[in-house]
T-cell receptor, first 115, second 115 residues
Framework: DTGVSQDPRHKITKRGQNVTFRCDPISEHNRLYWYRQTLGQGPEFLTYFQNEAQLEKSRLLSDRFSAERPKGSFSTLEIQRTEQGDSAMYLC?????????????FGPGTRLTVT | AQSVTQLDSHVSVSEGTPVLLRCNYSSSYSPSLFWYVQHPNKGLQLLLKYTSAATLVKGINGFEAEFKKSETSFHLTKPSAHMSDAAEYFCVVSDQGGATNKLIFGTGTLLAVQP
């Protein structure tokens, strides 16, 4: 399967702990996005990478959040000192340059529960 | 700024009857519009996309949508609902105001299909 993959699929953590999620985009896609989806809502944009450069961050992304894409391939999203409000589904998406750049392909998501 | 409004949070139809999910958009640009579907515990799947070509767009699983600029609408239809269509549907616009092309999601419409 050459789709977008995310790991882990589920994460339960205690408040105050740090967590890290990984996303592997479709191999030829140079654009990578992170979104967050809370219960009953549509996904909201968090951050965007073009190759290894992080070009935009949403105001939703507090200082406790950091994302990297070190070699322009996979990406990680880290949340430090987790809070209960961080409980959500974290979605990764990728897209290709050129004609298809507006459509994004999503991974299955990482569901985070902060207790 | 771009935005989408999904006019119904829940729609219930009987199997074999037509489906209509309504979406209005707001955009300062010629928009790129999408419909995504999310089945329970599964990732977001692209149903169809409009990117300024034909105004009637055909997607997967028998769905189609018509772009109407005069009404700023992009409603999703299917002639005959199937039980497997039960899912949450998101109307989405691509933010073309910058280089990010991040997606802006509606709040979703939950489609129930009754036997």
């Amino acid at each position: 399967d050459t789709g977008v993959s995310q790991d882990p699929r589920h994460k339960i953590t205690k408040r105050g702990q740090n967590v890290t999620f990984r996303c592997d985009p479709i191999s030829e896609h140079n654009r990578l996005y992170w979104y967050r989806q809370t219960l009953g809502q549509g996904p909201e944009f968090l951050t965007y990478f073009q190759n290894e450069a992080q070009l935009e961050k949403s105001r939703l992304l507090s200082d406790r959040f950091s994302a990297e894409r070190p070699k322009g391939s996979f990406s990680t999203l880290e949340i430090q000192r987790t809070e209960q409000g961080d409980s959500a589904m974290y979605l990764c998406a990728s897209s290709q340059p050129g004609y298809g750049m507006y459509e994004q392909y999503f991974g299955p998501g990482t569901r985070l529960t902060v207790t | 700024a771009q935005s989408v409004t999904q006019l119904d949070s829940h729609v219930s139809v009987s199997e074999g009857t037509p489906v209509l999910l309504r979406c209005n958009y707001s955009s300062s640009y010629s928009p790129s519009l999408f419909w995504y579907v999310q089945h329970p515990n599964k990732g977001l799947q692209l149903l169809l996309k409009y990117t300024s070509a034909a105004t009637l767009v055909k997607g997967i699983n028998g769905f189609e949508a018509e772009f109407k600029k005069s009404e700023t609408s992009f409603h999703l239809t299917k002639p005959s609902a199937h039980m497997s269509d039960a899912a949450e549907y998101f109307c989405v616009v691509s933010d073309q105001g910058g280089a990010t092309n991040k997606l802006i999601f509606g709040t979703g419409t939950l489609l129930a299909v009754q036997p």
